[in-house]
C-alpha cells in the first residue's frame, strides 16, 4: 500500500459525459501528479500540482482540468468524454519539489466511456 | 526535450536466469532516473532510482541498475527470475522534478 488512495477505482459512462476523479496523497506530501495509462499510448503525464498551485503540464487536453484542494487531495475532470478517454488513471504524490523526486502511485482509476 | 526507450516490449526469462531489462535515455544532463514495475490490475511501485549518487543501484526485490553515462543507459537487471518477477516494468526519467517520462514499458514473463 503506497499510501496514496483513489476513488473511484472503476467508473463506466457515456460519451459526452462528464466525470471527476479523486485522488488523496499521502500524509505531508505537497506534490500530486496525474498520469493516464492506455495500450495505444503507454503512461503520459498529464499535469502536476504542488501545494495547491498548478507546476507542470503533460499532455493534457482541453476538454481535462485539474485542481489541488488545501487539504491537498486533487481532483481531475474530465468531460465530453470520448471513446478514446477509456484509461486507466494514475494519481502520485511526493514530498516535494527539493527531494529526489520519489513518485508513490496510487491504485488507479479505470475509466470505462461506452 | 527527454526521452525514454525501453527496447523489448516483451523480455521472457526461464526461471532462476539473468533478467536484463534495457532503458535508454536521451538527456544533455544527466538526469534522475527511476525503474517501476507494475503488477496487474495495480498501481505503479518504484524499484529503485538513481540521483547522481552510486552510479551501481540496489533496489528492492534483488533488482539492481547500473547508470553508464557514456551509453546514456540504466539497465535493469537481476541475478535470479523468480515466478513472482512476472509484472510490466517502466524506466522514467527526470530532470526538473516537475515532468516524468516514462518508457513504454517491458512486459517480463518468466517460464518455469
Known amino acids: 500500500d503506497s499510501g496514496v488512495t483513489q476513488t473511484p477505482k472503476h467508473l463506466i459512462t457515456a460519451t459526452g459525459q462528464r466525470v471527476t476523479l479523486r485522488c488523496s496523497p499521502r500524509s505531508g506530501d505537497l506534490s500530486v501528479y496525474w498520469y493516464q495509462q492506455s495500450l495505444d499510448q503507454g503512461l503520459q503525464f498529464l499535469i502536476q500540482y504542488y501545494n495547491g498551485e498548478e507546476r507542470a503540464k503533460g499532455n493534457i487536453l482541453e476538454r481535462f482540468s485539474a485542481q489541488q484542494f488545501p487539504d491537498l487531495h486533487s481532483e481531475l475532470n474530465l468531460s465530453s468524454l470520448e471513446l478514446g478517454d477509456s484509461a486507466l488513471y494514475f494519481c502520485?504524490?511526493?514530498?516535494?519539489?527539493?527531494?529526489?523526486?520519489?513518485?508513490?502511485f496510487g491504485p488507479g482509476t479505470r475509466l470505462t466511456v461506452t | 526535450a527527454q526521452s525514454v526507450t525501453q527496447l523489448g516490449s516483451h523480455v521472457s526469462v526461464s526461471e532462476g536466469a539473468l533478467v536484463l531489462l534495457r532503458c535508454n535515455y536521451s538527456?544533455?544532463?544527466?538526469?534522475?532516473l527511476f525503474w517501476y514495475v507494475q503488477y496487474p490490475n495495480q498501481g505503479l511501485q518504484l524499484l529503485l532510482k538513481y540521483t547522481s549518487a552510486a552510479t551501481l543501484v540496489k533496489g528492492i526485490n534483488g533488482f539492481e541498475a547500473e547508470f553508464k553515462k557514456s551509453e546514456t543507459s540504466f539497465h535493469l537487471t537481476k541475478p535470479s527470475a523468480h515466478m513472482s518477477d512476472a509484472a510490466e516494468y517502466f524506466c522514467a526519467v527526470t530532470h526538473t522534478g516537475n515532468q516524468f517520462y516514462f518508457g513504454t514499458g517491458t512486459s517480463l514473463t518468466v517460464i518455469p
Open positions: 502520485a504524490s511526493s514530498v516535494g519539489l527539493a527531494d529526489e523526486y520519489e513518485q508513490y
Open positions: 538527456s544533455s544532463v544527466p538526469p534522475y
